[in-house]
T-cell receptor
Framework: RKEVEQDPGPFNVPEGATVAFNCTYS??????FFWYRQDCRKEPKLLMS???SGNEDGRFTAQLNRASQYISLLIRDSKLSDSATYLC????????????FGTGTRLKVLA | EAGVTQFPSHSVIEKGQTVTLRCDPI?????LYWYRRVMGKEIKFLLH????????ESGMPNNRFLAERTGGTYSTLKVQPAELEDSGVYFC???????????FGPGTRLTVL
């Protein structure tokens, strides 16, 4: 079983739609959680950290469910510019500070 | 603030040759990481430096890979001799301290023929 699992997609949605991605992680000791965005042939860039109480940044909402070991990302009012791959990232610490990545979920927002 | 830079952006070499990748972290970032993405797979951790010391090298695939960070500034990752399965994108990331975001460089796309 992979340490971090995501549905690879692609998710094709019309502009203005709401779309949600889930990600599950296997290690209950995981401490930190992130969503990174990666555009084609570019480096991953932090979209948002995920906090236990859930957090929102504009059209983006991230939630963490420790009991079920999953995190989610909700994008409201999708824009064409949201088209990218969204990477679920988990960090188990202390002891190691490496990031563990999911394979990513591809999103394509259609005009 | 300049971001993480990596050189070269692309490298095409033949099996058996040696390649050295370089990463310049953001100034002041003590933590430097190497990651790799091979075709169709997720990005995977290779190793972590704190300044010039290797903190965690559990992800290094084998002894054909050697990473250094002399002086605690830039880092190099040498692959010698390269094999076909080493092809992929090698990302470097830097981090000011352990509770902060890791910033990724643009990656080096390595192709071994």
């Amino acid at each position: 079983r992979k340490e971090v699992e995501q549905d690879p997609g692609p998710f094709n949605v019309p502009e203005g739609a709401t779309v949600a991605f889930n990600c599950t992680y296997s290690n209950s000791a995981s401490q930190s959680f992130f969503w990174y965005r990666q555009d084609c042939r570019k480096e991953p860039k932090l979209l948002m950290s995920v906090y236990s109480s859930g957090n929102e940044d504009g059209r983006f909402t991230a939630q963490l469910n420790r009991a079920s070991q999953y995190i989610s990302l909700l994008i409201r009012d999708s824009k064409l510019s949201d088209s990218a791959t969204y990477l679920c990232v988990v960090n188990i610490n202390p002891g190691t500070y490496k990031y563990i990545f999911g394979t990513g979920t591809r999103l394509k927002v259609l005009a | 603030e300049a971001g993480v830079t990596q050189f070269p952006s692309h490298s095409v070499i033949e099996k058996g040759q040696t390649v050295t990748l370089r990463c310049d972290p953001i100034s002041g970032h003590d933590n430097l990481y190497w990651y790799r993405r091979v075709m169709g797979k997720e990005i995977k951790f290779l190793l972590h430096f704190v300044k010039e010391s290797k903190q965690d090298e559990s992800g290094m695939p084998n002894n054909r890979f050697l990473a250094e960070r002399t002086g605690g500034t830039y880092s190099t990752l040498k692959v010698q001799p390269a094999e076909l399965e080493d092809s992929g994108v090698y990302f470097c990331a830097s981090q000011r301290n352990l509770n902060n975001e890791q910033f990724f460089g643009p990656g080096t796309r390595l192709t071994v023929l």
